[in-house]
């Protein structure tokens, strides 16, 4: 066979390829940014995750600046095999994903099957739409696992009980992390992992609350012209990320200084005793953490050189 007919078969299969992936997933709906593709019956879905999702985009595109503005490709569909076989490489989601984000491609795929309630799907779809905003707006910048995830589940509003709990015992035993040990990857156990989630969702917070949208769109800015992480922050925020984590550890113990005052009442048991009643789910939850922590998580990885076919490796949720 000829080179160019080996060439001609081969584009032919790929196309063939294409177009069977891309017939389980045949409709097409556009809501403001985000051009939806899945299967029949769903448009309803993609039209009412849109309406819920877009007071929060509206304020991140505050603080993610213009750069991160653009069409946000979603696929959607009930199980995670379709979204496998609809997506434009190659991509593997863990049983347990609810969510993907390919940064480089501007697309989302989202599992949206299994009973899963409104919400659970808006915070995952926002995880994953902050995820590939912040791929944006830094141009591609690597960042501190805390940064990524911290963002993406202060905005997705992924706070919780467990958490919050997690974050008082955290503060209570003097047994924080330091941003520094949360800056590649989430290690230890499974308490260990919540604990993580739950300090760099709260840092992230604090650092919102503190100066507003404008010091972290120049963050991003500033990463995006290529400055260090470390020296792009601290020349937006004017302090030195060592004292902006003391200032927030202080604001954490203002905020927990009312259970300190119970520890010597009975109050406190009463309390504690609540609080190992969730055990069960709490242990439950930590054990996914774990096995997400496990991956080879791309939140903080150096993304691969231009040539690279496929970009840098996926966002899980």
Do not use: K
Request: hydrophobic fraction near 45%; aromatic fraction near 10%; charge should be neutral.
């Amino acid at each position: 066979m000829l080179p160019w007919m080996r060439s001609a078969a081969f584009i032919l299969v790929l196309l063939l390829s294409l177009a069977a992936a891309a017939s389980d997933l045949d409709r097409r709906s556009v809501h403001g940014l985000f051009v939806f593709q899945h299967p029949e019956g769903l448009d309803p879905l993609a039209a009412d995750l849109a309406r819920r999702v877009q007071d929060t985009v509206r304020a991140m595109s505050a603080e993610l600046g213009p750069s991160a503005s653009g069409p946000v490709n979603v696929l959607m569909a009930a199980d995670r095999d379709s979204l496998e076989r609809a997506a434009p490489v190659s991509v593997r989601m863990p049983a347990w994903a609810a969510g993907m984000a390919l940064p480089r491609q501007g697309l989302i795929l989202l599992r949206v099957g299994g009973g899963r309630p409104i919400e659970d799907i808006r915070q995952t779809f926002l995880h994953e739409y902050a995820h590939l905003g912040l791929h944006r707006a830094a141009s591609g910048a690597r960042l501190p696992r805390w940064f990524q995830e911290g963002y993406a589940m202060y905005r997705a509003g992924q706070w919780n009980f467990q958490r919050s709990a997690s974050l008082a015992r955290g503060v209570l035993s003097g047994r924080l992390y330091s941003l520094e040990a949360l800056t590649e990857r989430f290690v230890g156990e499974g308490d260990d992992v919540e604990l993580a989630y739950a300090q760099s969702v709260d840092f992230l917070g604090f650092l919102l609350a503190r100066n507003g949208p404008n010091a972290f769109a120049e963050t991003l800015a500033r990463l995006g012209r290529g400055e260090p992480f470390l020296s792009a922050l601290e020349e937006a925020y004017d302090r030195p990320l060592l004292a902006l984590e003391e200032e927030w550890r202080a604001d954490l113990a203002s905020r927990f200084r009312w259970f300190t005052v119970l520890a010597g009442t009975s109050v406190l048991w009463i309390a504690a005793s609540l609080i190992f009643l969730l055990a069960y789910l709490r242990r439950r939850r930590a054990r996914r953490l774990a096995m997400e922590a496990m991956e080879d998580d791309p939140d903080w990885v150096e993304p691969p050189p231009p040539d690279h076919p496929s970009g840098p490796p996926p966002l899980l949720h």
